[in-house]
């Protein structure tokens, strides 16, 4: 169990629920920009957003910004302390720093004292990549080197009793990263913002940052996460609420869609139908889970678990709440029957769709799936077919 600290109006650790951060990638000095992207970020997900704070019109640019925001802002400071001490008078709720470019003592505790003073916490951000020098010649690049560096300036915090930091030890590699924050763990009580930094571009910088960051989460280490992806910051925003919600740390928002991976029974284009269902869901906040599967033989059962979902046979959809089929439809109306079902099965609950149900609806789609188990049997992919062919080839 971490301490909780508060960042504005969004509590860090002791058990709050894990938060997600995203940053913006707009010049901070153009605050409307910025501001845009602020609240692009807030729609996708994000709980907290950080602006960089490099220059005074990146200060400006956030005094101007900050009353405006829907979220609590974090000022990013490199190299220059008095920017840290001008984005508090801009009223950020959070500073972030980087001890391996702000290196004097003197000036890392007049921010710390300046910001107890305001009542801001402080991300102390260690990274991989800009280590103090002295402790990478004397640990390397390993785990030991990140907690060395996280603890080093804890104590130039401890020293002018500043206790409301949160901290993060990123590194781009996966495995170094996971044991930096398991090690940290065990030896401080500070809440942790999880990351895999400069993970690079979608897909593989998905997957790198939800390897580190779902390994560590659980594990129950974690109080606020950060996608660091090459790619639009909406992105990590998503990805980051996405992966809370499928690991159940937050409540489910937006639908979560599952889908078969489609096979030789498939009776439509899975990956187009569900293509097309994933945009169309995309803006409407329906907080249940969705399914498309291939063929009424296997899907409706599958799938049962699915608050709602929709599966194809000879030619028709076969549309299920809880794995009863409530109404079928033709093919080409799938994904507009599924959305139609979602918005009022969130409205009106399952009880009363299912009591709307049509009827004979049931007694319709078994007769399709009988019909296609008559048609294909129980080898829809030929598999034992192409055996034959293949050994009479061989004979011959
Ligand atoms: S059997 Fe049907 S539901 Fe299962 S993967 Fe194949 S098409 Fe999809």
């Known amino acids: 169990m971490t301490r909780r600290i508060n960042v504005g109006s969004v509590p860090v650790g002791g058990g709050s629920p894990v938060t997600v951060q995203s940053m913006t990638t707009t010049k901070t000095a153009d605050h409307e920009a910025t501001l845009a992207q602020i609240y692009a970020l807030a729609g996708a997900g994000a709980d907290i957003v950080r602006c960089t704070c490099n220059d005074e019109g990146a200060a400006e640019g956030l005094a101007r910004l900050v009353p405006r925001s829907p979220v609590p802002i974090v000022a990013d400071i490199h190299f220059q302390y008095r920017l840290a001490l001008a984005a508090l008078e801009a009223g950020v709720a959070c500073l972030r720093l980087n001890p391996g470019n702000i290196r004097n003592p003197a000036h890392i505790k007049t921010v710390a004292a300046e910001a107890l003073d305001r009542g801001v916490p402080i991300r102390i951000g260690v990274n991989a990549g800009s280590l103090d020098p002295d402790i990478e010649e004397r640990y390397g690049l390993t785990p030991e080197a990140l907690v060395a560096s996280a603890q080093r300036e804890l104590a130039y915090f401890d020293e002018v009793g500043f206790r409301d930091v949160k901290i993060s030890v990123k590194a781009s590699n996966v495995p170094l990263m996971v044991d930096a924050y398991r090690m940290l763990a065990e030896v401080i009580d500070a809440p942790l913002h999880l990351g895999v930094t400069e993970a690079g571009p979608p897909p593989a910088g998905l997957i790198k940052a939800t390897a580190g960051i779902a390994t560590l989460l659980l594990d129950g280490i974690g109080d606020t996460i950060r996608y660091s992806l090459t790619a639009d910051p ?18 489910r928002k937006n639908v979560d869609l599952i889908a078969c991976p489609s096979c030789g029974r498939a009776e439509v284009d899975v990956i ?23 063929c009424v033989v296997n899907g409706p059962g599958e799938a049962r678990s699915a608050d709602l979902g929709i599966a194809a046979g000879r030619h028709r959809g076969h549309l299920f709440i ?20 979602a918005e009022k099965l969130v409205a009106e609950g399952v009880e009363a769709r299912l009591a709307a149900a049509d009827a004979g609806a049931e007694a319709e789609a078994e007769a399709d799936r009988r019909a296609l188990l008559e048609d294909k049997g129980d080898d829809a992919n030929a598999s034992e077919a192409k055996v034959e062919l293949i050994r009479r080839t061989v004979e011959t």
């Open 322 to 341: 809880r794995g009863k089929v409530v109404r079928v439809v033709p093919e080409d109306e799938m994904v507009d029957a599924l959305i139609d079902e």
């Open 272 to 294: 187009a139908v569900a293509a097309k269902a994933q945009e169309a869901f995309e803006t409407r906040k329906l907080p249940i889970q969705v399914a498309i599967m291939g």
């Open 234 to 251: 909406v992105e990590e925003a998503r990805a980051g609420r996405q992966l809370l919600e499928a690991l159940g740390l937050r409540e």
